[in-house]
């Protein structure tokens, strides 16, 4: 089997109120019980604000490191979830139900190179 990160994009900014986001929660409790039942999930998780990264580089012989996301923009990765699958066609499958759950954030789906 092959493994695949589905990655979470979400908006910067605090989250949805807790009636909106309580249900959201609910439903992929239940969808990654769903994915685990089914041999699929390997892991998940959530990330902190994109404001809490830092970034460490080496640039002319330097190690930088910076406060903050590396790129700049609207929106950064908040999650992820590894799952295993025996081709593309099921991973995405796992995919579309995800964004089914976390509507309307996208989700993207990408094979692990080399796998486990």
């Known amino acids: 089997m092959k493994q695949y ?14 009636e909106v986001l309580d249900p959201i929660m ?6 990654n019980e769903e994915m685990r039942a089914s041999g699929a999930w390997v892991f998940s998780a959530g990330l902190l604000p994109a404001q809490a990264a830092t970034v460490v580089q080496k640039k002319d012989g330097e190690l930088l490191t910076t406060d903050g996301p ?12 590894i799952i295993q ?11 579309r139900r995800l964004a089914a759950v976390l509507s309307p954030l996208w989700i993207e789906v990408r094979e692990v190179q080399g796998g486990p």
Do not use: N
């Open 5 to 18: 990160m589905l990655t979470i994009y979400q908006p910067d900014g605090d989250p949805p109120p807790p």
């Open 26 to 31: 609910r439903d992929l409790a239940v969808l």
């Open 70 to 81: 590396f790129t700049e923009g609207k929106e950064h990765v908040g999650g992820f979830t």
């Open 85 to 95: 699958a025996d081709g593309e066609d099921a991973a995405l499958e796992w995919g």
